[in-house]
């Protein structure tokens, strides 16, 4: 049988949540989802977005609930992803602050989703308890700061990088190796060692994205992001810095190997790479030559 954990108006908080219990061992689902996301009248009526677990895991669910209010994950945040923040009163200095609507600004909004079926829209407001000041979020989400919280650092990748860029080897979900980690960390050592260069991304102190080139073989050995973080540019800036330095060092064809029909090859052949032969256990071959990269280079 299942029942609700947790309900909440906001769907990126449902999902938060969700995610944590099933981290935890703890099967999770997110009901009426939809309704929140599309028709805010029944998602009030339905008291929002509910996360169901099993009547089996509620003592589970309620021991991983006391380790969040205690702050126990917010260490583990920190320590992946340096330091956060957190939203403060810009009066008092207190963190008690709760996101709050004005009156007025609530009709107005109730018009609109009246007529427009909008969904609602997340508040901008925040109403300290300490003080009761209102004040305007600053988190980035809300006011879209010049400098995000979460900083991307590129350096060049050195002997010392390979113990890190292995573990994110092995997290990723696509183009999988069958070789073994030790195989991996012997060529990444040997590349970044004499026969080319490598490049990371760093947030906070830990790597979540690496590429590694091969200048012998004018080949892009090895390009990969962690999991938690595709999609936000990292892959796309390691990518144009390895492409770069192969083609200042050379104007012939650069080349990787890359499965099919996968994300991985859909970002090639937007960066004007083209598969040109088949590799063992299916894998592509892809080549890029430095007319493609020059027409892809400004758009990419």
């Known amino acids: 049988m299942l029942v609700t954990a947790a309900r909440f108006f906001e769907l990126p908080l449902a999902y938060i949540v969700r995610g944590r219990l099933e981290v935890e061992g703890i099967p999770a689902f997110v009901a009426f989802a939809y309704h929140v996301g599309n028709n805010w009248f029944q998602a009030v009526g339905l008291l929002g977005a509910h996360v169901l677990i099993s009547s089996f895991d509620v003592d589970d669910a309620v021991a991983v609930g006391d380790a969040a209010a205690a702050g126990e994950y917010a260490a583990l945040i920190d320590d992946m992803f340096g330091p956060f923040d957190p939203l403060r009163c810009p009066a008092c200095g207190s963190a008690d602050c709760v996101r709050r609507r004005p009156l007025w600004q609530s009709c107005v909004r109730a018009v609109v989703v009246f007529f427009t079926r909008i969904p609602e829209l997340h508040p901008r407001t925040c109403l300290c308890r300490a003080c009761r000041t209102q004040f305007r979020a600053k988190w980035p989400i809300y006011d879209r700061p010049r400098d995000p919280q979460i900083a991307f650092a590129f350096a060049e990748a050195t002997l010392v990088d390979v113990e890190e860029i292995l573990d994110v080897r092995r997290r990723v979900s696509e183009n999988t190796s069958t070789d073994s980690l030790a195989a991996h960390a012997g060529r990444y050592s040997e590349i970044i060692a004499g026969g080319g260069r490598g490049w990371v991304c760093r947030i906070g102190p830990r790597i979540y994205g690496f590429a590694l080139v091969d200048i012998r073989?004018?080949?892009?050995?090895?390009?990969?992001?962690?999991?938690?973080?595709?999609?936000?540019?990292?892959?796309?800036?390691?990518?144009?810095?390895?492409?770069?330095?192969?083609?200042?060092?050379?104007?012939?064809?650069?080349?990787?190997?890359?499965?099919?029909?996968?994300a991985a090859a859909r970002f090639f052949s937007k960066a004007g790479w083209a598969p040109v032969d088949f590799e063992a256990a299916g894998a592509w071959a892809f080549e890029l030559t430095p007319e493609d990269w020059q027409r892809r280079r400004a758009k990419f």
């Open 217 to 262: 073989t004018r080949e892009l050995a090895a390009l990969h992001v962690h999991p938690y973080l595709v999609r936000n540019g990292i892959g796309r800036q390691l990518h144009n810095s390895a492409v770069d330095f192969l083609f200042a060092r050379g104007r012939t064809a650069i080349h990787a190997v890359c499965r099919p029909r996968t």
